[in-house]
């Protein structure tokens, strides 16, 4: 598998997205927004799916052990590396998980919440995604998205949001994300295909898959034909194009005028 990545911060603030390429291996961590509100962490975000990155690509060295398992265990080893912070915070670091494994023939996938992995084939394509998060909140995520971002309205009802989303995040009542508890794994999805099947794959942040499912500016076909033509960094910009054009979030209503975006592109 040649895998080749790319990622790129949306705004002044630091990157929370993280990505890593081997031979059999793709992972893309989007981390969640804090809102500016505490976490009980001094490392932040950044640190956090760093760590957690560094962790996962180390556990699934070994090709059969399970990604769930590896995330399980990653996720205690980031938590042991933090004692002294507050891992009981609701707030704590947390991030969105995607791992694309090639191994003896076949194609492992995890996904916990909203990073999708598309798989290419004969047949069209096939997304990979867990929307749990988007089942939830319903008229909390209405109300951030019915102000112009970079406005105290908007800051204000994000602020709203995630103080909700922190309730129910990693409950069985809400949505499950990599955070400080080994739980989360056991909800991730996962499945196998068949590598024959698939000619090439991409992981993305939602910073990327929006501009098909939620800006509409471009179909599955399109995102490939352009990471065929010029690769991931050639994505990204299209889609900070179509931001560009839309500054602040009237026609595409959104949490930032630009996310952090990622993108691992994967070949045979
Ligand atoms: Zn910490």
């Given at each position: 598998m040649r895998v080749c990545v790319e990622t790129q911060g949306g705004?002044?603030?630091?990157?929370e997205d993280w990505v890593a390429g081997t031979s059999t291996l793709a992972v893309v961590l989007d981390g969640l927004s804090?809102?500016?509100?505490?976490?009980?962490?001094?490392?932040g975000v950044p640190w956090y799916v760093a760590h957690l990155g560094g962790h996962l690509v180390a556990a699934l060295?070994?090709?059969?052990?399970?990604l769930a398992d590896g995330l399980a265990d990653s996720l205690e080893r980031v938590a042991a590396a933090h004692p002294?912070?507050?891992?009981?915070?609701?707030?704590?670091p947390s991030a969105t998980v995607a791992i694309l494994r090639q191994r003896h023939g076949v194609l492992d996938h995890l996904v916990l919440a909203d990073s999708p992995i598309v798989l290419e084939g004969a047949e069209g394509h096939t997304v990979i995604s867990d929307?749990?998060?988007?089942?939830?909140l319903s008229e909390l995520r209405a109300e951030v998205e019915r102000h112009e971002t970079h406005t105290s309205a908007h800051r204000e009802a994000l602020q709203r949001l995630v103080l909700a989303q922190r309730q129910v995040r990693n409950t069985p009542e809400g949505y499950w994300v990599a955070?400080?508890?080994?739980?989360a794994a056991q909800h991730a999805l996962t499945g196998t295909t068949q590598t024959?099947?698939?000619h090439s794959a991409a992981v993305l942040s939602d910073g990327v898959s929006r501009l098909v499912?939620?800006?509409?500016?471009?179909t599955w076909s399109d995102v490939f034909a352009t990471l065929l033509a010029g690769g991931p960094r050639e994505l990204i910009e299209a889609v900070r194009k179509v931001e560009a054009t839309d500054p602040s979030g009237l026609r595409w209503p959104r949490y930032k005028s630009g996310d952090d975006a990622t993108v691992a592109y994967c070949r045979w």
């Amino acid at each position: 598998m040649r895998v080749c990545v790319e990622t790129q911060g949306g705004g002044a603030n630091p990157n929370e997205d993280w990505v890593a390429g081997t031979s059999t291996l793709a992972v893309v961590l989007d981390g969640l927004s804090t809102a500016g509100l505490s976490t009980g962490c001094r490392h932040g975000v950044p640190w956090y799916v760093a760590h957690l990155g560094g962790h996962l690509v180390a556990a699934l060295a070994d090709l059969d052990r399970p990604l769930a398992d590896g995330l399980a265990d990653s996720l205690e080893r980031v938590a042991a590396a933090h004692p002294e912070c507050d891992l009981g915070d609701p707030g704590t670091p947390s991030a969105t998980v995607a791992i694309l494994r090639q191994r003896h023939g076949v194609l492992d996938h995890l996904v916990l919440a909203d990073s999708p992995i598309v798989l290419e084939g004969a047949e069209g394509h096939t997304v990979i995604s867990d929307l749990r998060v988007d089942e939830v909140l319903s008229e909390l995520r209405a109300e951030v998205e019915r102000h112009e971002t970079h406005t105290s309205a908007h800051r204000e009802a994000l602020q709203r949001l995630v103080l909700a989303q922190r309730q129910v995040r990693n409950t069985p009542e809400g949505y499950w994300v990599a955070a400080a508890s080994p739980e989360a794994a056991q909800h991730a999805l996962t499945g196998t295909t068949q590598t024959r099947d698939v000619h090439s794959a991409a992981v993305l942040s939602d910073g990327v898959s929006r501009l098909v499912t939620e800006y509409g500016m471009a179909t599955w076909s399109d995102v490939f034909a352009t990471l065929l033509a010029g690769g991931p960094r050639e994505l990204i910009e299209a889609v900070r194009k179509v931001e560009a054009t839309d500054p602040s979030g009237l026609r595409w209503p959104r949490y930032k005028s630009g996310d952090d975006a990622t993108v691992a592109y994967c070949r045979w």
